[in-house]
């Protein structure tokens, strides 16, 4: 018998199971024994992608243009996201040379690690963070370096950790805001001073975007290549997944300076060759056409963010910041004298709601829970009293 493991590349053996996975199986199967599961952990909007989205990839398969594109994307969709960044972002960038359509938000990033890391550089990563990021780092050959998040200051960044953490093998520094999995969302304040840091230490900064709508309460999105000297120094990483609801779509973007974006192009294109070419004009319609939508359903969503803001903090133990941004909810639980995977494991076994626990987002995490508020009122009612009945009835 052949001894796989042998053959394994090193950079497959970093590579570790997320607790994403490994609480998403459970919850399937769960449900496939016939149980009544409450989906809070999935990180993407329920509602449908907008019929006007749809309709445009339908007369796309009508028309046949069910072939190959050219790597990075057709000329019309990033001429789209060309003026969309212009208008929204204020980020000015050339459509044919500075903007690369990619498979999805994840592809680009992917691509983008590929892109600038070497063997033995460094990357900051604002933690608690996204998982994907440690692994494309990993598979770079880089070594992902976290600074905290400052929990009792809507989770900022600890600017004072960032400088101590800037070594002479730093290479970049990601930004993700707003952010997964805490709803924080960076101030201008703080983007001023980590593009200080990035000048002064000749560093290059990913921003990844993708939850750039879901803003609450008046909050603004700043996108950091926006910051003045950050333009030529920025990758912005988007995708159409969350704001249109297309998460199985996969269309996502990288714009930036246009020698990066070159390798970035060759990278995917050795990769995937192209993104699928109905989805591409699907995205054209999304941003080209109505946005009311967009606003709807963010609309929506803030509904249900101080639903679920009130049901966790009127949970024994719990205590949750509102979050500004994005999706989720990030609750600490360190007084109910759990780790964080224990907690989630009793919350869905017991009361049948799936969520994850916080040290999937880093050690940094333990001691909370994620929260995803992209399902019905009606459900995270359920969820809040399903979750306060198990935890009042289990011995302290």
């Known amino acids: 018998m052949v001894d796989v493991n042998k053959h394994l590349s090193e950079r497959s053996r970093r590579l570790r199971q997320s ?10 199967e769960m ?14 909007p329920d509602l449908p992608t907008p019929p006007h989205i749809v309709e445009a990839a339908s007369k796309a398969m009508d028309e046949g243009y069910t072939h190959y594109t050219p790597p990075g994307g057709i000329l019309e969709l990033r001429e789209a996201i060309s003026e969309k960044l212009r208008r929204e972002n204020k980020i000015d960038v050339d459509p044919r040379r500075e903007v690369a359509v990619l498979s999805g938000g994840y592809n680009a990033l992917f691509c983008a690690f590929q892109a600038l890391v070497d063997p033995g550089d460094e990357v900051i990563v604002p933690e608690p963070c996204l998982p994907q990021y440690w692994g494309d780092i990993s598979m770079a050959g880089g070594t992902p370096v976290p600074i905290r998040l400052i929990e009792d200051e809507d ?6 950790d960032l400088k101590r953490k800037i070594t002479s093998r730093t290479k970049l520094i990601l930004i ?6 805490t709803g924080s969302i960076l101030k201008l304040k703080d983007m001023k001073e980590i593009a200080d840091l990035a000048e002064t230490n000749n560093l290059l900064v990913l921003s990844d975007e993708v939850y750039e709508k879901f803003i609450y309460d008046g909050s603004e999105h700043i996108s950091f290549a926006s910051i003045e000297g950050m333009e030529d120094r ?9 704001t249109y609801a297309m998460t199985g779509w996969r269309v996502g973007y990288v714009a930036g300076e246009s020698d990066l974006i070159d390798k970035i192009r060759m990278i995917s294109e050795h ?3 192209c993104p699928n070419s109905i989805a591409q004009k699907a995205a054209v319609a999304a941003l080209k056409g109505p946005q009311d939508c967009v606003r709807r359903m963010v609309d929506e969503f803030k509904e249900r963010r101080d639903l679920i803001t009130l049901g966790l903090n009127q949970i ?16 600490n639980i360190k007084r109910i004298g759990l780790s964080s995977t224990d907690l989630a494991q009793m919350i869905l076994r017991k009361a049948k709601v799936a969520i994850i626990p916080g040290v999937a987002f880093g050690e940094s995490g333990e001691g909370n829970l994620r929260f995803s508020f992209a399902n019905s009122k009606e459900n995270i009612m359920e969820a809040m009293e399903r979750i306060k ?3 009042d009835s289990s011995p302290a």
């Open 316 to 331: 024994s133990g719990f205590k949750c910041n509102t979050p500004r941004g994005a999706f989720y909810a990030f609750p």
């Open 234 to 242: 920025t990758l912005t990483i988007n995708s159409l997944s969350k």
């Open 176 to 181: 993700n805001s707003p952010q997964n999995p």
């Open 19 to 28: 607790a994403f996975a490994d609480f998403f199986a459970e919850a399937v």
């Open 31 to 44: 449900e496939r024994s016939g149980e009544d599961i409450i989906h809070l952990h999935v990180g993407e």
């Open 389 to 391: 009945r198990v935890l």
């Open 155 to 160: 989770f900022r960044p600890d600017l004072d």
């Open 271 to 273: 990769a995937v060759w």
